[in-house]
């Protein structure tokens, strides 16, 4: 496996980054996951339009122009064959002279990108759904920077994994936020429900082409927030990821999500998704 770091391509078990790294001591950095299927980077510009923001959110210069970028990822892709996979991208703000939380002068960033596969979901995960959790969100107040810093989500992933469950949808002031890594939406009385980005979450791009898609469907959608109780009123919830696409939530806190089925929706959404994938090949 090869991977970049810092302008080279280096076998993975080459490349290391310093202990005073800002990312390593500080979390000081933020990342993208951008899918790639087909051979081709998925909704590359509304990925790297989301890392240009969130690296200005907060202020890490970006080393690479859009080009430059894009030029990485293809020799990349050459060099890691495979079948659907992801490419991950991390920039921290780069090595301190000294542990100090003030940035320092002349930092430059540290900048890695890799590729994974994408494991496709388990036909039984589409047949029968996933179950979730409802977790406090213990997360800060700026969800919608895609920063690497990931305590909380991983503590909800965790406790949602100990508990038999695949996902942890989270819950802050009463309102049902989205997932541990993941978009939230419900269905209720026939819409599709999703709550409107803002710094309480990650504007996740999946999230955008499926209100997108469902659009042009005629599928009704409405952006508005979502009340932890109407959990339990919906008929469908549906979490949304580029690496997971739609996964229809069938069972939340151990209790069914509407027959306890993937609904009906779900599988017309699943169905549009997966066409719009296949347009694009
Ligand atoms: N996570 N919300 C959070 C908190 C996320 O971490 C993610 C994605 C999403 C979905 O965004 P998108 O549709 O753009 O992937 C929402 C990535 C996949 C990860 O951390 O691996």
Known sequence: KTLFLNGRYLPEGEAS???????????????????????????????????????????????YDREEWIAVFQRLLEENPGGDR???????????????????????????VMVSPIIPPDPAVLEQGISAVVLEDHRWSRCDIK??????????RQQAVEWGATEAILVRNGQAIEGAASNLFLVVDGVVVTPPKDRQLLAGITRDLVLELAGEAGIPVMEAPIPADRLREASEIWLTSSTREILPVTRLDGSAVGDGRPGPLWARMHALYQDYKARLR
Do not use: K
């Open 147 to 156: 920063a690497i810093t990931l305590l909380p989500n991983v503590l909800a």
């Open 86 to 112: 992801s490419l991950y991208i991390q920039v921290t703000r780069g090595v301190m002279a000294r542990r100090d939380h003030a940035f320092s002068e002349g930092l430059s960033p540290t900048v890695l």
């Open 17 to 63: 980054v310093s202990v005073l790294d800002r990312g390593f001591l500080f979390g000081d950095g933020v990342y993208e996951v951008i899918p790639v299927f087909g051979g081709h980077p998925f909704r590359l510009d509304q990925h790297m339009d989301r890392l240009v923001r969130s690296l200005a959110e907060v202020r890490i210069p970006d080393p």
